[in-house]
């Protein structure tokens, strides 16, 4: 186990380095000019020119792109070019908003979207199983951002149940926090929801038509107990596989959200960074978003064998 979490974290700095390279690039051949923003739109050309040289804009990009790596090496993701505040100290800050919200919604999606697909295929064919792959394309289907608007329009405004917008952190008022997480957990899982639900009886289906479970049905186990004890467990690599997959959804699906419930996330940080074109502020939130995602995966091969002792790497 130790050997493949050692391989799996030497394998994620290569990869690291090419989506750094891709993000420097990107940003930095793309139309704007952050010197233009912050001189303002009544400066002239010297007064652009002066805050280019102020923020280092004016040297060869490749001079550019080395004295970035250098600052990645030691650990600094920079500093804000507008708030003059480190990027480590804006994502430490927005940091609790999202990781709840990601949290609340993983929580909602695993516990209520497996159990669905897997009575699903119980019931192959039945009104349940079509209800359920119904709900399943339309979830997948409607973007987060109308999810989030049509759960705000009938459960804030029409019924007053929840807070159209806000976050409250739970080690301050857990209760007050629970009614602002409601609607925006809601809206990720949805999404997130449809996905593991069709996957999870695709999966469940396929083992319940193997061997083992009709030898387990003619041993006399009970249908509940081959289900949850026998063809969901055997079923449960796929599942975790897009699980891990489905954490990507949920990155950009939290960007979204928070901007419509106005929570001060990391996601409400990339959009505000991305309009004022903060350099180093949108490479350090892209180089975290990509480092979730691998230390996500690396959970994923882990749980792997946990599973299934059959795989080995």
């Known amino acids: 186990m130790l050997r493949l979490i050692a391989l799996r974290i030497v394998s994620a700095v290569p990869v690291m380095l090419v989506v750094a390279t891709i993000v420097f690039l990107l940003l930095r051949l793309s139309p704007g000019d952050p010197a233009t923003i912050l001189a303002g739109d009544m400066a002239g050309p010297d007064a652009v020119a002066r805050m280019r040289v102020e923020l280092g804009l004016d040297r060869p990009l490749l001079i550019q792109y080395f004295a970035w790596l250098g600052e990645l090496a030691q650990g ?41 697909g897997a009575i699903a295929a119980w019931r192959h064919n039945s009104w349940v199983d079509r209800a359920v792959m119904t709900l399943s394309v339309i979830g997948f289907s409607v973007p987060a951002f109308v999810i989030g608007y049509l759960l705000i329009l009938f459960l804030s405004i029409r019924a007053d149940l929840f807070p159209v917008q806000g976050y409250v952190s739970p080690f301050v008022d857990p209760i007050a926090a629970l009614r602002h997480l409601v609607l925006p957990s809601l809206t990720l899982a949805l999404v997130f929801m449809a996905l593991i639900a069709r996957v999870t009886r695709s999966s469940v289906l396929e083992v319940l038509g193997q061997d083992f479970v009709r030898t387990a049905r003619a041993k006399g186990n009970r249908e509940g107990r081959i289900l949850w004890r026998h063809a969901l467990p055997n079923a449960a690599v796929p599942i975790i596989t897009v699980i891990g997959l489905g954490i990507a959804m949920l990155i950009s699906g939290v960007v979204v959200t928070e901007s419509v419930f106005n929570l001060p996330g990391v996601g409400r940080l990339t959009i505000d960074a991305i309009l004022a074109r903060d350099y180093p502020v949108v490479q350090g939130l892209i180089l975290f978003f990509a480092l979730i995602y691998v230390g996500v995966n690396l959970l994923i091969d882990v749980a792997y064998v946990i599973v299934d002792p059959r795989i080995r790497y």
Do not use: C, N, Y
């Open 76 to 116: 600094h993701l920079g500093q804000s070019i507008l708030s003059k505040v480190p990027v480590l100290a804006l994502i430490r800050d927005r940091i609790e908003p999202t990781l709840v919200l990601a949290g609340a919604a993983i929580l909602i999606t695993v516990l209520v979207a497996v159990p669905l």
